[in-house]
């Protein structure tokens, strides 16, 4: 069973920081690129930042110049540092990671539980 276990949401003020961990499962053998979706009250989720194996990244307009994704191969964890925190950045925020689990196998696609985020005015 291949999981995806979030952590380090939680309640914090407008203009404030949070850092949210994904970690993966170990004994894989590759972890492609890894995201952050979120998914705010009463919307569809959302791509909110991706980070590839080669650690280019991108990410959508409305978080570029406050949130920072990066990653941790060893780890097999993805981060996502979240600065100057909008009341609209509240949502679930979910990871999600294109996992190889042998040498044989293609990469298929999991996602965490998610964590809540939520940015009071």
């Known amino acids: 069973q291949v999981q995806l276990v979030e952590s380090g949401g939680g309640l914090v003020q407008a203009g404030g920081s949070l850092r949210l961990s994904c970690v993966g499962p170990g004994n894989i053998f590759s972890i492609n690129a890894m995201r952050w979706y979120r998914q705010p009250p009463g919307k569809q989720r959302e791509l909110v930042a991706a980070?590839?194996?080669?650690?280019?990244?991108n990410y959508a307009e409305s978080v570029k110049g406050r949130f920072t994704i990066s990653r941790d191969n060893a780890k097999n964890t993805v981060y996502l540092q979240m600065n100057s925190l909008k009341p609209e950045d509240t949502g679930v925020y979910y990871c999600n990671a294109d996992i190889r689990r042998t040498l044989w196998t293609s990469a298929l696609t999991y996602w965490g539980q998610g964590t809540q985020v939520t940015v009071s005015s």
């Open positions: 980070i590839t194996s080669g650690d280019s990244t």
